[in-house]
């Protein structure tokens, strides 16, 4: 069973002469009780071509000390990660590997760096004893994999061993909850002449000093497996400022950019979000699926939406695919929102009105209907379709299936591609307005959702080439999408009310507050269709698609 700690440390630049300073009495610290040596003996596993430490992940085999084990190390944002932690064993347990499959794809996770620490640690402690962090002083030797079997063995190959000294300051207990206590470290230590280390890590920098080199940043696939890029890279590819800066509209932003430019750092951050997020998908991380979908639709719009630039004969498969994961991620996270629907339902209905074990059995089909969503969504992880859609999106950016359409200014293409979509949209909003009350317009509001959907994606796509109007475009389309994805969550949660209603008269309960909920439901979607002309006109006038044109 994998254990998980959160790790908030900083680690500093030492060597022989460097001593210490005395961290009594700064900000919380009242004491510092010496823990004594420890020995720990690390081996870190990686792809030969490194993945892991491209993304800024480790994973290691160590013995010694007080967390024996493997370790799993995934970045959590500045100055933190996540630890996940597992039993040792002699290869790589699977509750760990599963976590990086996204990354690593079907290549080996093989033995790259061996090191050994001697560390010597401080526990700095409050006035009430309790621990806040750790200062630990550590010699590193470090070592290719298979060279040599101790400190001090030659190396090959050009390859040789490594030794450094390092202080490492990781905050633990209560020192979670004092946010300057690692700045004021940092300060003392600073006074005697010690400055945070080079290297992010002991791996980065055992890789380097022996040789082995990690996985260039700037290799396409690479940079994908390691989350780089994303909006900040795109909005300094395209020229467009920061939102809600003086100039930020869209003025001389993407003049120089092409529209392949922009469609591809598109869909390269829809696949890093999609890495990204796995292994919290695969934790039960809250939101995590969600975002996870939204990703994959967003990738599977743009693939929709921009024609002009890629190759639909290419991308139509591959946007077959994307649908199968929406749909199949679609089952939890569609469970998510429609159990957070119905207990916040039954949470307004007076208790007078609460006939029966209403909550129990609520809670009873929650359950039941969570375990079945889980184990969809982990069995479609963990299977070889996943891994096949992940390995060709990669592909599919080494070698773009670009069009003519792809050279052409970014901002051009863009406005054409999202004012496409919106005429589609149109279509379906006037549709689903004439369409007779019941569930023929329940279908044409759902399609127009869709498209709206759609709209919106490509809309956000095109920001970076059309800056202000394009953001201010697709918040208008979104609240149309927000307006229309209500009526459908009230259509969904009629037909989960019906349920619960009959399993509560099979069982003797009655169904009366079932039944009043469907009835507020089938109000609440009233009131939506009568609110959508008037949210229609203020998402089509002509005004702002006006703007979008280049």
């Known amino acids: 069973m994998a254990d998980t700690v959160r790790e908030i440390e900083r680690k500093y630049e030492a060597d022989s002469t460097t001593r210490l300073p005395d961290l009594a009495g700064i900000d919380r610290v009242a004491t510092v009780v010496e823990q004594g040596v420890e020995d720990l003996d690390a081996l870190y596993y990686d792809t030969p071509d490194q993945r892991l430490t491209a993304a800024g992940i480790t994973l290691r085999r160590r013995t010694g ?68 962090a750790e200062v630990a002083v550590d010699e590193v030797w470090a070592w290719p994999a298979g060279e040599a079997e101790k400190p001090g063995a030659a190396g090959v190959a050009g390859r040789t061993e ?159 695919e994307l649908k199968w994961l929406a749909a199949e991620l679609g089952v939890e996270r569609d469970r998510e929102v429609l159990t957070d629907r119905l207990v916040t339902a039954v949470a307004d209905v007076p208790r007078t009105l609460r006939l029966g074990p209403v909550d129990a059995r609520l809670r009873i089909w929650s359950e039941r209907h969570r375990a079945e969503s889980r184990d969809r969504v982990l069995a479609t992880l963990d299977g070889d379709r996943y891994l096949a859609l992940l390995k060709t999106l990669h592909a599919l950016l080494e070698d773009p299936p670009l069009r003519p359409g792809a050279g052409r200014p970014a901002p051009e293409i863009a406005a054409r591609a999202v004012l496409k979509d919106y005429r589609r949209l149109a279509r379906r909003v006037r549709t689903a307005l004439d369409a007779p009350a019941g569930q023929d317009r329940d279908v044409a509001l759902h399609r127009a959702r869709k498209a709206a959907k759609r709209t919106r994606y490509a809309a956000e796509a095109a920001r970076p080439a059309l800056g202000r ?62 609110e959508l002309p008037r949210v229609w006109r203020k998402a089509s006038r002509r005004k702002y698609r006006a703007a979008l044109r280049p």
């Open 162 to 320: 490594a030794r450094w000294r390092e202080i490492e300051v990781e905050l633990t207990g209560g020192g979670e909850r004092a946010p300057g206590l690692l700045d004021e470290v940092e300060r003392a230590l600073a006074a005697v002449g010690v400055h945070p280390a080079a290297a992010p890590s002991k791996l980065a920098r055992a890789l380097e000093e022996t040789g082995l080199r990690p996985a260039r940043p700037e290799d396409r696939t690479a940079a994908v497996a390691s989350g780089k890029g994303g909006a900040a890279t795109r909005r300094k590819n395209f020229g467009e400022k920061e939102s809600g800066k003086k100039g930020s509209g869209r003025k001389g932003a993407g003049k120089k950019a092409t529209a392949g430019d922009l469609v591809l750092e598109y869909v390269r951050e829809q696949l890093r979000v999609i890495v990204e997020l796995d292994p919290a998908v695969r934790r039960d991380v809250p939101d995590s699926v969600h975002r996870m979908r939204v990703a994959t639709r967003r990738l599977r719009s743009a693939f929709r939406s921009y024609t002009k630039v890629l190759d639909r004969g290419v991308t139509a498969p591959v946007g077959g």
């Open 65 to 132: 000390g007080r967390d024996a084990g493997w370790h799993l190390k995934l970045p959590a944002g500045p100055g933190e990660r996540e630890e996940i932690r597992a039993p040792l064993s002699d290869v790589p347990p699977p509750e760990l590997t599963s976590l990086v499959r996204a990354r690593v794809l079907d290549r080996d996770l093989v033995p790259v760096v061996r090191l050994r620490t001697r560390r010597t640690v401080r526990e700095l402690r409050d006035a009430a004893g309790a621990p806040l």
């Open 469 to 530: 109007p394009a953001k201010k475009f697709a918040k208008r389309v979104k609240r149309v999408q927000q307006l229309l994805g209500d009526h459908q969550d009230s259509v969904v949660a009629r037909g989960a009310l019906r349920e619960l209603a009959t399993q509560a008269q099979q069982a003797g309960e009655g169904g009366f507050t079932f039944g009043l909920l469907y009835g507020r439901e089938e109000a609440r979607a009233a009131d939506r269709e009568r």
